[in-house]
């Protein structure tokens, strides 16, 4: 983008709570987030000048126009699995910078019912064989990732109970979270195998809610009520040769970079910044090891450091680098299409002080967030004060 | 289980021979040698087009694992009551030992006490399910190394 385009404030923002909500659609709650994102911003339907946003599993979000009213507003749906709410985030942003527009809205939402994804084997380009023979599941992939990944570099069982306990923990904290309720790590630790070395409690499961967010031109970010936050930055990428991803059924021997390197890598370039201005972290944890392996892939420390990272507290909301302070993934559950926007959401209520139990104490200027999904996408976003 | 002989059908044409000598087959890309498992079309490394099936090696090494301890959802096939099993990456050499590549694979094993990163595993086959015309379906698996009794 050139030096003179807008630069973009994220002026509104919404959630439906995350879980289970019987008898209420995923459009329902999508409309939910969006009236709330836009009370937040003290603006009504009307003012949206073009929308981005989608579900994987309810329904297409352009369809919100019937409830939220019929404006002939520009809707793009954004169908991109994992990265559908970074996708749309990524399009809203690109249509303010462009000069297009002043106001846009980014949402996603979801709800997919209870157990393990299933996937469609043809659908990602894959013999049906995949599927078949029992090798197409995510909950595999995560397990032989930080299976390996333990192997070389060290890290414990124990962290991985700890990571969950902490997700509990700031759950706890968080009113739309889904899980709220504390648990030890000797109970993480003793709760039925998933996938070795993963049980049950270091996973997170398929779920449902709702994230909408209004962003506007930055100049004009001082017209809306709440204090402004930076859209700074928000890069997306695919799978490059090499990375070990989601659905493989063979890899290439030597190991590349992974789409969430190469993402964080891009937008810390584009926002100007480094791991180090930081001031809180959103990762992706489908599982424990997710989170673990995404702090080393995403520049917050090097291979290995994560062990006493973790052991120290570094991560907890009063450490010197707080990771998933809403509980995360694990937390909150999964609706795909909401989760990467819910990490958006919980960086905006940090970076205006606004996070209640679960704020980082010593008012945070910069926030980051990475989503990480299927086949092998990743989407990250640097805000500011 | 192992199973063998020509009552036996493969879960995927391509995936191995079969019923004689079976060997996974993979796709070597003669432009820059990049070893794909099963073969495909193009190389996804350089884009050549000029890929040829190559065998694999029986056997190679455990690159990482885990236990399936649910039953997945379809399209997972499976006769009777399901029972937990093994998956992990085993490094195959090219038969011919110019290439490698990391095969994704069914386990035999399923205790995670006798999985261990960098054993010896060797190629076998494993039930499916029946088809329709009572055939038996099978996919390809590895196996630890026989264990010694102490």
Same mark, same amino acid.
């Given at each position: ?385 | ?36 498992? +099963?073969?495909? &079309? ?8 000029? $890929?040829?099936? #190559?065998? *694999? @090696? %029986?056997?190679? !090494? ?11 959802? +379809?399209?997972? &096939? ?8 093994? $998956?992990?990456? #085993?490094? *195959? @050499? %090219?038969?011919? !030992? ?27 086959? #494993? ?24």
């Amino acid at each position: 983008m050139d030096e003179g385009s807008p630069s973009v404030a994220i002026v509104g923002i919404g959630i439906h709570p995350f879980g289970r909500h019987p008898g209420v659609s995923g459009r329902t709650q999508g409309a939910f987030a969006a009236r709330q994102a836009l009370t937040d911003a003290g603006i009504g339907w009307n003012d949206v000048q073009c929308a981005f946003g989608g579900s994987v599993a309810a329904g297409g979000a352009d369809t919100l126009v019937s409830d939220l009213g019929l404006t002939g507003l520009p809707f793009v749906n954004v169908h991109n699995g994992c990265g559908t709410g970074g996708s749309a985030l990524a399009m809203a942003e690109r249509a303010i910078r462009s000069g297009d527009h002043d106001v846009a809205m980014a949402i996603g939402f979801d709800k997919h019912p209870p157990g393990a994804f299933n996937a469609d084997p043809e659908a990602s380009g894959l013999g049906r064989w995949y599927g078949e023979t029992g090798l197409m599941l995510t909950t595999q992939f995560f397990a032989m990732k930080i299976q390996r990944y333990m192997h070389e570099f060290g890290i414990s069982p124990a962290s991985l109970a700890k990571v969950a306990a902490k997700a509990y923990r700031n759950g706890a904290g968080n009113p739309h979270a889904w899980r709220r309720q504390p648990l030890s790590e000797a109970e993480i630790a003793a709760a039925p195998m998933i996938s070795h070395p993963l049980t049950k409690y270091m996973f997170c499961s398929p779920g449902e809610g709702a994230v909408a967010l209004v962003l506007a031109r930055a100049d004009q970010a001082r017209r809306y009520p709440a204090r402004p936050v930076y859209l700074k930055a928000v890069s997306f990428r695919t799978r490059q040769f090499g990375s070990f991803e989601v659905f493989s059924p063979w890899l290439a021997p030597d190991r590349g970079a992974g789409p969430t390197t190469e993402a964080a890598r891009a937008t810390f370039e584009s926002a100007g910044l480094g791991p180090a201005d930081v001031d809180v972290i959103q990762l992706q944890d489908t599982e424990s090891g997710a989170e673990i392996m995404h702090m080393a892939e995403t520049g917050f420390c090097k291979d290995g450091e994560q062990e006493m990272l973790i052991l120290s507290g570094a991560t907890e909301i009063g450490g010197t680098m707080p990771v998933n302070t809403d509980g995360g993934c694990l937390a909150n559950g999964e609706p795909i299409g909401a989760s990467g926007l819910r990490q958006v959401y919980e960086n905006v209520q940090q970076l205006r002080g606004a996070a209640g139990q679960r704020q980082v104490p010593g008012q945070p200027r910069v926030a980051f967030t990475h989503v990480y999904g299927a086949p092998g996408i990743s989407c990250c976003t640097v805000l500011t004060t | 289980m192992t199973v063998a002989g020509p009552a036996a059908v493969p879960v995927a044409e391509g995936l191995f021979s079969w019923p004689d000598e079976p060997r996974l087959i993979g796709g070597r890309c003669a432009a820059c040698g990049t070893t794909t498992f +099963p073969s495909q &079309l193009s190389c996804p490394r350089c884009t050549g087009t000029d $890929v040829r099936a #190559v065998p *694999l @090696a %029986t056997t190679g !090494r455990l690159w990482t694992w885990t236990v399936q301890a649910f039953e997945p959802k +379809p399209p997972y &096939l499976a006769d009777g009551p399901f029972e937990p099993y093994g $998956v992990g990456y #085993v490094e *195959l @050499a %090219t038969q011919d !030992r110019s290439g490698a590549v990391l095969v994704e694979s069914r386990l035999t094993e399923a205790d995670p006490g006798r999985l261990e990163i960098g054993a010896t595993m060797t190629l076998t086959f #494993v039930p499916v399910c029946r088809d329709a015309a009572g055939r038996q379906v099978v996919t390809f698996a590895f196996a630890p190394e026989q264990t010694r009794p102490q």
